[in-house]
Structures are given as C-alpha cells and as structure tokens.
C-alpha cells in the first residue's frame, strides 16, 4: 500500500512521488492533512488559506479523472499519520509512504525528521522526494551547476493510471463542502484575484507564453502593469506547488527557442529575465533550508541594538499603523500597502520600496512589516519574504560601502508617471496631476493625509545609524575572514563586472 501525502506540492504532473507511488500499478492512497498548525499559524493570511483550499479541491477533481479522489484529514499531521500507518499494519497491509521535503519553516523540517524516525522504527519503507530543487549539500560555489543541471532534467512523467485499493480509514474525514463551511471566514474577501489549483497555474504559465512576457523585463517594476497580469502571477502557484519550477523553466526555455527562429531579440531578453527570477526565488528556498533561523534573526548580530521584536514604542504604533493602512501621506506607499491589503499582492519594486520606508525612514524593525506582509501575501514565502526585509533594512550585503533608500516620490515619476496605479488605490489624489502630487499641493483640500515623516531628514539620520552598523560588520569580517573576505570581494566584483557587461547587451539589443 502506498501513501501518497502532499503538502506544498499539490499537482501531478512533475511530481516526483506522484510518479513513483503509481508506478506498477500499486494501491496509493492520496491525501492532504489539514494540520492546526498551518491556519493558526502568527504568519498565515486568509488570502493563502484559500488558496490552498482552492488547490486541494482542483487535486481532488484532477484525482478523480482517474477515478482516485483526495482523502482530507484534520488534525496533527504526525499523530494522523501514526494512526493511519497502524490502521493499515493491523489490516495486514505493508505501508510505504512517499512525500516531499518540507523546506519552508522549521516545523516543516522538523515534521519530516519525526516521520521518518517513525517509519524508521517500524522499519517500514519510505521515500522523502523534492518538490522544487534543493542542493543536498550547503555548497554554494556548486550551486548554479546543480541548479541547472536539476531543471534540465526531464521531468516527472504524469501518472496513465492510479490504481484505487479498497479500504476505508477509520479516522475522521472532511469533505470539501464542510472545508469551506467550517473555515467559512477564509472564503469572505470581497474579490479573489489569485486562484488555486494545477489547472489555474497552466493556464496563467500559457497565457503568459503566449504574449503577456512581452516587455516583462521592464514591467515587473511598474505597479500598475505588472497588476494588468504583465508579470507571470505564478508566484502563489509557484509556493504552494501546484506547478514545478522546472515545469515553467523547461516551458520558458522552449518558448524562448521559438522565438530565436523568428528574431525577436527583446522577446527573448524578457524571458531570460523571468528564467533569471526563478533562479532568484529557488536560491532563497535553498538559503533558508540551511539556516532557517534567517527568518526570524538579524543576519549580523551588530543590528540587534536597532532591529529587534520588542514591542512598539506609542509613537511608533502609529507610524506602524497609518503604514498597514496606507495612510503615510506617500501616495506610492499608500497605493502599495492598499493593494496588499486588497489583493494579498504587488510587484516585488513595490515590496522592497515599502520595507525601506518602514525600516529606514519610519525606524520600525523589520521583523514587523515581515509578519504584516506574511499576513495578507497570497505568495507568501518566508525564504523570501524574510530575507528580502533584512536586505531593504540595510542589514545584508555588508560588503557594500552603500545600500538602497528608495525614494517613494521619485518612483511614482520612474514607476507611475500616468498616475494610473495611485489613481485606483488613492481615491483622494484623483484629479491631481503629476506636479501636484510630488509638490503635494493637495495639502489643505484634499482628505488624504499629510506625511507621518520628514523623508530627507530620516533617510539621513536613520540611514546614517544603519551605515555605521554595515562599516561594524564589515570591520568585523576583515579581522575574522582575511583571505576569504578579500575572496568575497574578489567575487562581489566579478559579480558587478557580469551585470555591467549584461546591461550594455540590454542595450545593444534595446537599440537594435
């Protein structure tokens, strides 16, 4: 009997124990387990909740074409799965169990060591696959080889078949009609903008093969565009595994083939660009597995005296809470942080212009803005999510004499100068021009709200304290690292030679 457990890697095409539980026409038992943890947790949204939902009833119908279904179980998952495993032992059935390795929190991690211990003990047979490519070593310098030699490979046949035993579990089953009436208040969002399940994904990676990566490369920063669909809006597909990583690499690279033949140069640079984020996203997958602690931990200690989890100071409350609300008095901000609220999503330009306003400009540590993106993110990824607040913080990369402030008004002259995107969001700036808004000559006759900060003089004195922290960690690492600090340079210049050489190619083929 095989148990075929899914968690984050709800599909069946390139599924690497999807096609080695049905393989032989062996009795598989598929099955989700609705485990406490996941919707209680402090960091989960309702937006990613039903999502996740949404994915398990498409697995369901797409199980079913095979005439399998998904058994939906509640409760803790190792004390399900023990009672599942003794049920089948005491049938005279011999279990094996196939499922994929957790690698996004630490309770995931530490499920999978418990699981294995229990099979192991019962020495009954297992296989622990990958969902999405994980290096089994922390090498870094092997990485991209590794990398690109997993999403070449072929990928996981879809089953012919699934061969359905006939048993019955004596343990408390769920359908998806109580699913969504018990958890009632997950499906109670006005307007679903992302929807789950394998079959949305293809569709979304079809619809933007087809031609919506048209211009992708520079897109993927303007809020408003990258809203009208400009940006692949996999990302949440893309976590919860209802599509591989290799899948729409593979998919990207074919099409990218296609458009060698009818030479469309800029095409082709807009689908290198999307094939490079993959890349991007996967490696913060690896970083966190490795050191998991990154999600909730300053990078360098020298930043605990500024960034820390304590609570907020009253004023600071404020500042945070007209932050959440989109109520700055940054019209840039305030469409962003309403957009997320609204739609559990905005481009990553948008992420990172935020985090720096809150850590920089409003001196709020970054631990909080973390836990309020991973409230409404439908696409929220702790590997990323995390890592990329420590990054706009000014935390990591110490290497680097200088880091980014994003300055939130000369983005909307840069990334919305049609005001396009301020104007859906801003109900208060509509009929105010370009001039007006940076000159914030609604001051006085307009609802909106004034700024809670002065954004020159913070940018200075915040980012002056973050600096001397940076020159502190840096200083630390040329007496501790030597030569291999002095090789870390090496690389850090290679790695801005590469990107120099890379943004005259752009050129060259923008002029062209």
Not at 64 to 73: D, E, H, P, V
Not at 147 to 163: D, V
Not at 343 to 354: I, L, Y
Request: aromatic share 16%.
């Amino acid at each position: 009997m095989h148990l075929l457990w899914f968690r984050r890697d709800l599909r069946l095409t390139d599924n690497e124990i999807v096609t080695l539980a049905t393989a032989n026409n062996a009795p598989v038992l598929p099955f989700f387990i609705i485990d406490p943890w996941f919707y209680q947790w402090a960091d989960i949204g309702k937006a990613r909740v039903r999502f996740l939902f949404e994915s398990l009833e498409d697995l369901d119908c797409n199980l079913q074409n095979f005439g399998s279904r998904l058994i939906l179980l509640e409760g803790n998952s190792i004390d399900v799965l023990q009672e599942i495993t003794r049920q089948l032992i005491e049938e005279k059935y011999k279990p094996k169990l196939y499922f994929n390795r957790d690698v996004q929190v630490e309770y995931g991690i530490d499920r999978d060591k418990a699981i294995i211990d229990l099979y192991e003990n019962l020495n009954l047979d297992f296989h622990l696959g990958l969902s999405t490519f994980l290096q089994a070593q922390d090498n870094r310098s092997q990485w991209f080889q590794e990398y690109y030699s997993y999403q070449r490979q072929s990928t996981f046949l879809t089953p012919e078949s699934i061969n359905v035993p006939l048993i019955s579990l004596r343990l408390p089953q769920i359908t998806f009609t109580e699913l969504k009436h018990k958890y009632h208040h997950f499906w109670s969002t006005n307007k679903v903008y992302f929807r789950g399940g394998e079959t949305q994904a293809q569709a979304m990676l079809g619809s933007f093969l087809e031609g919506r990566f048209n211009g992708y490369h520079w897109k993927l920063s303007r809020p408003w565009l990258a809203q009208q669909k400009a940006t692949s809006h996999l990302s949440p597909h893309l976590a919860f595994g209802t599509t591989s990583t290799r899948t729409v690499y593979q998919r990207t690279k074919m099409r990218a083939e296609e458009l060698k033949t009818e030479n469309q140069p800029k095409a082709e640079f807009s689908l290198k660009a999307f094939r490079d984020r993959l890349r991007w996203r996967d490696s913060f997958t690896q970083r966190l597995y490795f050191y998991p602690e990154i999600a909730y931990k300053n990078r360098y200690p020298e930043f605990d005296e500024w960034y820390t989890l304590e609570s907020l100071s009253p004023q600071k409350q404020e500042l945070f809470h007209a932050f959440k609300e989109g109520l700055t008095g940054f019209p840039l901000v305030d469409a962003s942080m309403r957009q997320l609220k609204a739609m559990g999503w905005m481009n990553f330009r948008m992420r990172a212009m935020c985090a720096t306003f809150l850590t920089i400009n409003c001196g709020i540590s970054w631990h909080h803005g973390a836990k309020h993106y991973m409230n409404y993110l439908v696409d929220g990824d702790l590997a990323i999510n995390n890592w990329q607040w420590q990054m706009q913080a000014g935390i990591t990369n110490p290497l680097s004499e200088t880091f980014r402030i994003y300055n939130p008004n000369k983005n909307i002259q840069d990334k919305d100068p049609y005001l396009k995107f301020i104007y859906y969001w801003v109900d208060e700036l509509r009929g105010y021009s370009l001039p007006e808004i940076i000159q914030a000559k609604y001051a006085g006759s307009s609802s909106y709200p004034q700024p809670i900060v002065d954004w020159s003089y913070t940018r200075k004195a915040n980012g002056k304290i973050i600096s001397q922290l940076r020159k502190k960690v840096r200083e630390r690492l040329i007496l501790e690292g030597g030569e291999e600090y002095k090789s870390a340079v090496a690389a850090k210049e290679t790695v801005e030679k590469y990107w120099q050489y890379k943004d005259k190619e752009y050129k060259k083929i923008k002029g062209n």
